[in-house]
């Protein structure tokens, strides 16, 4: 071991040794050291040292915390916004739907409802849909824009069905059908911005939205223009592949294009205006119909390396590593998300303003917002170029700079946040969490002791959010039949020996799991012989015991409790199955009941009132 080169990655805030999920010590090596010091751009062999030690501070803000939440405990339905299916939709769920849906469930007694990251992807590549890899965390993806809400959409919509009715053939699809979401939407927007460009200068509003977005609103409209015009001539969306004239925001190829394409630039502008509104209306209908909180958002742990935040400001990420995650009990080789980390050294440089405005843009229209991977405000896993994950390391941020960025801007907009603070967890960071009020991310299959036994409801902390399950785990019907398990296995995960292993664990584990129902005194009766082994489990979930099941979650001391859409119906199909590609149909699943319908489920309806009765709301 080089003392030397220890030495010198720790003061760049290289995290040379941390302690894994499952309490064991680890330590990153040599080569992964020398890689990251690379990436950081510094010499290994000689390389001055830094100074991350003294920047290192702990939070001196901390984050709103409304007071329509201290006083009594609320709960609130999450969805994945995609997946809603509607008479009116477009083959995706929109901002109609949500607003629908907001007030769907407000009068159940819901104070929030949730969604998937709807960060901006790539407009010119359909096929590009993850919400977990953003072009950007600045701006909104205009496929979740109504365009029947938009002046003018609905004589649109019904003029191409008319013209060109087999482009509407692939919207009923069981799964969402990206491509032809893209091949209706973007020629109906089109016809509707021709429809009110020449009336544009003259909006108030508009130009307002234009003056506050500034260079970054400017700067991803050129980004999308220059995008679109790259695939239409059979090239790549994303910037890495465009011709090299274009690839440098301030280059002389990208000035010339933006002088000669205004007009398409401000067709990218107005989307992110409609955006916008859309979006606002959303909120301002949530909280019409009685939400304490109204939008839940989600703010993703990073952006696509060739996306348009990395194109417009090139010095923000490293370029030369990409974020992932330590190997762990769930992946033996880690995993690389293929998503570009902030650099430290900018972000301190420019007083975290840039993080500080992806912030601003997602609380301006919401009640609170979840923080995916909030461990990334302390440290994120660096995979260093040409490597795999298991050859990278933990590279850290300030926690106090990182969470007083996120703090003020909470405050501004008294915005609660949650952060997912799920995995390998730094030392310390729970507790600085909770005193700057952000609140943790509680998920009952994880909530045991070290024995297996489920947590009883009075550890839950009430700085927390609680929830069943997540959209990267099973939904809780598939978690009982063990769904998931049986994924693994048919996607070429795991063999027939661990399969059987899992299987066997998650017998044991529904059992335990009826054994604190039990200790709540929630558990029906009709599984008491069960709970002992001296009756068989039910194949399948039973409604009534999926609804104790969710009371207990609702029982813990959390300050919130989230219930997803597809528990609240009993839908076995989980959202994502990370690890997978094509193997399995991420991010494309579709609800299994309508809209309209939805108020009018007896098991939507159900659930509600047992999170009524578990949760009042106090006047």
């Given amino acids: 071991m080089s003392?030397?080169?220890?030495?010198?990655a720790d003061s760049h805030g290289i995290q040379i040794r941390y302690t894994s999920e499952m309490g064991e010590p680890k330590r990153i090596d040599e080569a992964a050291q020398a890689a990251l010091l690379r990436a950081l751009h510094v010499d290994p062999d000689?390389?001055?040292?830094?100074?991350?030690?003294?920047?290192?501070?702990?939070?001196?803000?901390?984050?709103a915390l409304p007071e329509a939440l201290t006083s009594s405990r609320a709960w609130g339905v999450t969805c994945q916004l995609y997946s809603l299916r509607s008479d009116r939709n477009l083959g995706i769920g929109d901002f109609e739907d949500l607003a629908r849906l907001a007030e769907t469930a407000a009068p159940t007694g819901a104070a929030f409802v949730g969604v998937n990251p709807m960060h901006a992807l790539f407009l010119s590549d359909a096929g590009r849909y993850s919400p977990y890899s953003p072009s950007t965390r600045r701006f909104i993806n205009p496929f979740y824009l109504a365009i029947d809400t938009i002046e003018g959409g609905e004589a649109a919509i019904a003029a191409l069905r008319e013209t060109n009715p087999a482009l509407f053939e692939g919207l009923g699809d069981e799964l969402v059908n990206y491509e032809a979401v893209g091949a209706v939407k973007v020629p109906l927007l089109r016809t509707l911005y021709a429809q009110a460009k020449d009336g544009l200068g003259r909006d108030e509003s508009f130009r307002a939205?234009?003056?506050?977005?500034?260079?970054?609103?400017?700067?991803?409209?050129?980004?999308?223009?220059?995008?679109?015009?790259?695939?239409?001539?059979?090239?790549?969306?994303?910037?890495?592949?465009?011709?090299?004239?274009?690839?440098?925001?301030?280059?002389?190829?990208?000035?010339?294009?933006?002088?000669?394409?205004?007009?398409?630039?401000?067709?990218?502008?107005?989307?992110?205006?409609?955006?916008?509104?859309?979006?606002?209306?959303?909120?301002?209908?949530?909280?019409?119909?009685?939400?304490?909180i109204g939008l839940y958002l989600d703010f993703a742990v990073g952006v696509s390396p060739d996306g348009a935040e990395t194109w417009a400001d090139p010095a923000l990420t490293v370029r030369e590593a990409?974020?992932?995650?330590?190997?762990?009990?769930f992946n033996s080789?880690?995993?690389?998300?293929?998503?570009?980390?902030?650099?430290?050294?900018?972000?301190?440089?420019?007083?975290?303003?840039p993080l500080s405005a992806a912030y601003a843009g997602l609380m301006e229209h919401a009640g609170a917002i979840r923080i995916d991977h909030a461990m990334g405000l302390a440290r994120l896993w660096w995979i260093p170029e040409g490597e795999r994950s298991a050859g990278g390391g933990y590279v850290r941020y300030p926690l106090g700079a990182m969470v007083d960025a996120l703090a003020r801007v909470s405050q501004d907009t008294n915005c609660l946040v949650v952060g997912e603070d799920l995995g390998t967890v730094p030392e310390g960071f729970r507790e600085a969490m909770a005193d700057s009020h952000i609140l943790s991310y509680k998920v009952l299959y994880f909530e045991r002791w070290k024995d297996g036994l489920f947590k009883a409801t009075s550890e839950y902390p009430t700085t927390s959010l609680a929830c069943i399950s997540t959209h990267d785990l099973a939904t809780l019907s598939g978690w009982w039949h063990g769904s998931d398990v049986r994924l693994r296995s048919e996607t070429g995960r795991q063999n027939a020996a661990a399969t059987e292993r899992d299987l066997n664990e998650r017998d044991r584990d529904r059992r335990t799991l009826l054994a604190a129902l039990r200790h709540e005194n929630l558990l029906p009766p009709d599984y008491g012989a069960a709970t002992h082994g001296e009756a068989e489990l039910p194949a399948r979930l039973p409604f009534d015991l999926a609804v104790a099941i969710h009371r207990f979650g609702a029982r813990t001391h959390s300050m919130l409790f989230a219930v997803q859409v597809e528990d609240m119906i009993g839908s076995e199909k989980q959202p994502n199955l990370p690890g997978t590609t094509d193997e399995y149909p991420n991010w494309r699943i579709r609800s299994d009941i309508r809209l309209e319908d939805l108020a009018g489920d007896e098991r939507f309806q159900a659930m509600a009132r047992a999170m009524r009765d578990e949760r009042p709301e106090t006047p």
């Fill in 3 to 8: 003392e030397s080169l220890e030495t010198l």
């Fill in 46 to 63: 000689g390389g001055e040292a830094g100074r991350f030690a003294a920047e290192e501070q702990k939070p001196s803000l901390a984050c």
């Fill in 209 to 292: 939205f234009l003056e506050r977005g500034g260079d970054a609103l400017r700067g991803f409209a050129l980004f999308e223009a220059i995008s679109e015009s790259v695939r239409s001539e059979g090239g790549s969306a994303g910037w890495h592949n465009w011709p090299e004239d274009l690839r440098d925001r301030n280059g002389e190829g990208a000035r010339t294009f933006e002088a000669g394409h205004e007009d398409a630039i401000r067709f990218h502008v107005w989307l992110q205006y409609l955006c916008d509104r859309q979006l606002a209306e959303a909120q301002r209908r949530a909280k019409a119909a009685g939400m304490r």
């Fill in 322 to 329: 990409r974020v992932g995650s330590p190997p762990d009990m």
């Fill in 333 to 353: 080789d880690g995993q690389d998300w293929g998503l570009a980390p902030l650099s430290p050294k900018a972000l301190a440089e420019r007083q975290y303003a």
